[in-house]
């Protein structure tokens, strides 16, 4: 269905065939442009956590230990060219995805729970077409420096905004907490001695300053081999793709200006814009299986998946 005119002007929305004789003009435009991409559906099976402060006490008095969240906090990407592959080139993808855990510590005779944040680290590489290019794309811009004087001046000069090497963009939803548990070194050999030393700083500072009374705060201690240690399985997905800044020619029917006010929210109409919003029913009765979306559908095919039916 077409949009509503506006003022006998074509707005965002869907056209009618009719309006395609409104375009105005060919217009070059610069994008990024996307030559190669991938999707990746991963399983992080017992994958080691790593903690800001040292917490091994924690880990070796815990009866059970379970994964409540997973973030990812960022990711670093670096490509490099395939050799005798032109056009190809290797993504090296490494995520930090920060866990929430809760440990099970027998006091008193009952059970407390600790609450810590750890991280985890996932590396993968990817082969993608990225295509050639033998530019350097330069974008001019104006710096405002500080003088002796203290007189603010606006100098003019130029930044690289891409060389010759294409744009990696990796998009990731957040990690589904599959399991977490405790892993003795008499179960597997711990091939890995990574710690929090060997992370950016601002990756580490991101699970938080907790104070850690129950151990001591060194980090890294290799004077003695650690017992257990907690091991998390996530389920990532992600979108990796390679693009270049291109100059394309699309059509135009005009400027693109709102066709709609702003809805103001100030401080002498607060309760007037609360009022506009509906009772969140559901909130407070949510949905039985039935009335949720796809809930029976999903069902259906978790039972044909596993081998069972319905009794």
């Known amino acids: 269905m077409c949009h509503e005119k506006h003022h006998d002007k074509v707005v965002p929305g869907l056209i009618c065939d009719k309006e395609l004789c409104k375009i105005r003009e060919a217009v070059c435009i610069q994008v990024e442009k996307i030559y190669d991409s991938c999707r990746e559906k991963d399983c992080i099976e017992d994958a080691r956590v790593i903690f800001k402060h040292n917490i091994q006490r924690i880990i070796d008095e815990a009866i059970n230990v379970k994964c409540r969240c997973a973030e ?15 056009g190809f080139f ?14 099970f510590i027998p006091e008193n005779g009952g059970v407390d729970i600790v609450t810590k944040k750890g991280l985890v680290v996932f590396d993968k590489k990817v082969i993608l077409f990225g295509s ?8 001019s811009h104006f710096k405002e420096t500080c003088c002796k004087k203290h007189n603010h001046e606006k100098h003019f000069g130029s930044e690289l905004q891409q060389d010759n090497l294409p744009i990696a963009k990796v998009e990731v939803a957040e990690p589904i907490a599959l399991n977490a ?3 003795d070194i008499l179960d597997k050999c711990f091939e890995d001695i990574c710690c929090i030393d060997q992370i950016p700083r601002n990756i580490a500072d991101s699970l938080g300053d907790e104070d850690d009374t129950t151990d001591d705060n060194s980090r890294c201690q290799n004077d003695h081999l650690p017992r257990r240690r907690v091991v998390v399985s996530l389920g ?9 800044l291109v100059q394309l020619l699309i059509p135009a029917f005009d400027f693109c200006f709102p066709n709609k006010e702003c809805i103001a929210s100030t401080d002498e109409n607060p309760c007037e814009l609360f009022e506009t ?3 969140p029913f559901n909130e407070f009765s949510p949905p039985q299986k039935f009335d949720f979306p796809g809930a029976l559908e999903t069902e259906k095919r978790m039972l044909e998946e596993y081998g069972t039916t319905e009794e």
């Not at 990812?72 to 032109?86: G, L, N, Q, S, T």
């Not at 993504?91 to 930090?96: E, L, P, T, Y």
């Not at 050639?132 to 974008?139: A, D, L, Q, R, S």
Request: charge should be positive; charged fraction near 35%.
């Open 181 to 183: 548990k405790i892993q």
């Open 277 to 279: 919003i509906e009772f």
């Open 90 to 103: 290797t993504v090296d993808v490494k995520f930090f995805i920060r866990v929430t855990l809760d440990f």
């Open 72 to 86: 990812v906090v960022d990711v670093y990407a670096d490509i490099e060219e395939v050799p005798f592959k032109r």
């Open 236 to 244: 990532l997905f992600s979108i990796i793709k390679l693009t270049r």
């Open 132 to 139: 050639e290019g033998n530019v350097k794309i330069f974008k």
